[in-house]
């Protein structure tokens, strides 16, 4: 290694590493150690050996100019496809500090890059790797056995990536590599002290496009595999192709679509069953049978009688073999745990019969408050506005020519986006192999009135926390008419004024709008009050007479906190004041499932978007009471 010039490369990796607390979860950004100059063993292919490479972390040696242009953080290195761009260096912000080079990056919205942040939220390291081309070198030589060093003295980092694993342990000599390489120019200089720093090795690039290419093969032919075995369809097979799917990413894609279509059609696009029991999709059957088991009140299908009898095990081996697979000799312990990691109907029949669970859990105790409010959908996590009619409501004369004016619909003042709530929980591979699905009957089912109690939670402290709306002033308020101006308790003369006022509520215009209630909500502490109050009676004479009879509907709401506070509503189909939207095509929680990592079986997720505003004062009353 006597030249005067070495062959490298044309771009070498070293490991590097994040500071996890510089993580700005809202910024999604986190500061990355991109180098500490430390040495590296490398091989020279133009002379053979073995050398140290050091990084002279100095401000004349360094070329920060990809970096602070907005460099990529890649996936593994790989430079071919914007599908590989996880992140960008923020322009501007790589630097030298204390010997370090730190940049700031900042993660993509992409679903890899909404995974690395999940990850880095909960604790989880992120392995990174930086990639740099260096163009001079000064030479020390090495005594005796010693070898020799080379100190980069001018070099430019490339990008940086996340990689799963930084670094090879191994101290070997990497093989022929097939990448470009180049020619650097080496000055000599005489041996110094030895640069401290931890002694470093890596795996070639040759080895990592290798790992890559292999490990990119083997991807693709299981998601077309699976994609063909549980009819997922052309476009979502090359979406998940496309935009770098996991194999198992890939199959909670199917599970999901397989779970929507379910819900909209009785036609369950899964590989349909063996054995001439009937016409319906195993996944379906097998999913009714386990329905059966968990909820007696449930009657399954002709189809699915058949299974209603079998254990898990059996249930599992009934799915192996649907897909050609032959289990003779199988414990319940393997078919579970095959059943399990294959593309069977088994996991999607849980799944199912989960989310039946989950429904009706949730359908069970359905809010009050929900009543009076507007049900709609949004399509997306972005602020949801109210669409109010511009100019008013009334009819306007039409003029001598004929000329009918035109009414247009407006954006409101009042918007509110839709956030994401949920659990995970898991049945292990010992309950099913145990045949105990007494954890799983229960779960989803509380999970389901989990959510139906946190919905509710949700409207009666909006109700009570009173916030500001578009006009800057609270919901309830006495510039907007629906306040009553003093407290008082819940009797004929204070719902006579309450009433009064909700009927002579005006539009923006100022035009009546003549608002009807329709429902009295009050706390359980003013609940045999308000029955007492809204009871027909026989009366005696005109002043025994009930004004309220059979003119408003009670809603009891323990949730409400305020002992005496009592409101008013109007009918939401007449005039909406109170509106909660889900996810469009996903009302109410939803189910996910994933072969556990952390738990020896299968994990449940089970998620919920929602979102929920005031969005007109006016056709909402509050008396504070006595």
Do not use: C
């Given at each position: ?100 080079g730190i940049a700031t990056v900042v993660l993509s919205t992409s679903k890899s890059g909404d995974q690395i942040l999940a990850d880095l ?204 697979e032959g289990t003779r000799g199988m414990s319940p312990n393997q078919l579970v745990q095959r059943a399990l990691h294959t593309t069977s ?97 229960d779960l989803p089912a509380r999970f389901g009135r989990a959510a139906n109690d946190f919905e509710a939670n949700y409207l009666a402290e ?165």
């Amino acid at each position: 290694m006597s030249g005067a010039s070495i062959e490298i490369s044309d771009r070498a990796l070293r490991p590097a590493e994040i500071r996890s607390a510089s993580l700005n979860e809202a910024a999604r950004t986190i500061d990355v150690i991109w180098s500490t100059g430390a040495r590296v063993k490398r091989y020279d292919w133009a002379e053979g050996g073995f050398y140290w490479e050091e990084l002279d972390m100095s401000p004349g040696a360094v070329d920060l100019g990809r970096l602070n242009a907005g460099a990529s953080l890649l996936d593994s290195h790989l430079q071919g496809s914007m599908a590989n761009r996880l992140g960008a260096v923020i322009p501007g912000s790589a630097r030298l500090e204390g010997g370090k080079g730190i940049a700031t990056v900042v993660l993509s919205t992409s679903k890899s890059g909404d995974q690395i942040l999940a990850d880095l939220k909960v604790g989880l390291t992120l392995p990174v790797s930086i990639g740099y081309r260096v163009s001079a070198y000064q030479r020390d030589e090495g005594t005796g056995d010693e070898l020799p060093v080379l100190t980069a003295t001018r070099w430019e980092p490339m990008e940086i990536s996340a990689v799963g694993v930084p670094a090879d342990p191994g101290a070997k000599a990497r093989g022929e590599p097939s990448e470009p390489r180049i020619k650097v120019p080496v000055t000599s200089a005489t041996r110094g002290e030895a640069a401290a720093g931890a002694m470093e090795f890596e795996m070639s690039e040759t080895e990592l496009a290798s790992r890559a290419v292999e490990q990119e093969r083997t991807r693709t032919s299981m998601i077309s595999q699976i994609g063909l075995q549980h009819r997922a369809g052309a476009p979502l097979t090359q979406k998940a192709l496309a935009e770098g799917f996991t194999v198992e990413q890939f199959r909670e894609a199917i599970m999901d679509k397989n779970v929507r279509e379910y819900d909209r059609n009785p036609t369950f696009l899964i590989a349909p069953q063996h054995g001439g029991h009937s016409d319906l999709p195993l996944a379906q059957a097998l999913s009714e049978a386990i329905s059966a088991r968990l909820d007696r009140s449930f009657t399954p299908s002709e189809g699915s009688r058949a299974y209603v009898g079998l254990s898990a095990p059996e249930m599992a081996r009934s799915a192996l073999e649907a897909r050609g697979e032959g289990t003779r000799g199988m414990s319940p312990n393997q078919l579970v745990q095959r059943a399990l990691h294959t593309t069977s109907d088994f996991p999607t029949a849980l799944l199912l019969a989960g989310s039946r669970q989950l429904a009706r859990g949730y359908e069970s105790a359905p809010s009050g408050l929900k009543l009076i409010a507007k049900k709609t959908t949004a399509r997306d996590f972005r602020p949801k506005a109210t669409i109010v009619l511009a100019g008013g409501g009334q009819l306007l004369k039409v003029n001598e020519h004929g000329e009918f004016k035109r009414a247009s619909f407006v954006e409101g003042l009042e918007q509110y986006a839709l956030s994401s709530f949920g659990r995970i929980f898991g049945i292990t591979r010992q309950a099913l192999v145990n045949d105990d699905l007494g954890v799983f009957a229960d779960l989803p089912a509380r999970f389901g009135r989990a959510a139906n109690d946190f919905e509710a939670n949700y409207l009666a402290e909006m109700l009570e926390r009173n916030p500001k709306m578009g006009d800057a002033l609270a919901v309830f308020h006495v510039s907007h008419a629906n306040l009553a101006a003093s407290g008082s308790a819940l009797s004929v003369a204070s719902l006579s004024a309450a009433r009064l006022a909700m009927r002579q509520q005006t539009d923006a215009n100022g035009d009546l709008v003549a608002i009807v209630p329709k429902y009295l909500i009050v706390p359980s502490a003013l609940e045999t009050i308000a029955e007492q109050l809204l009871a027909t009676i026989t009366p005696t004479s005109t002043a025994d007479a009930n004004p309220f009879a059979g003119k408003l509907e009670l809603i009891v709401e323990p949730r409400l906190k305020n002992a005496t506070a009592w409101y008013l509503s109007a009918d939401p189909a007449l005039f909406a004041s109170v509106e909660f939207a889900h996810l469009e095509g996903e009302e109410g929680p939803q189910m996910d499932q994933r072969i556990g990592f952390d738990v020896d079986g299968t994990e449940f997720k089970v998620a919920l978007d929602f979102g929920a505003a005031v969005t007109d004062f006016r056709g909402l009353y509050k008396n504070p009471g006595a």
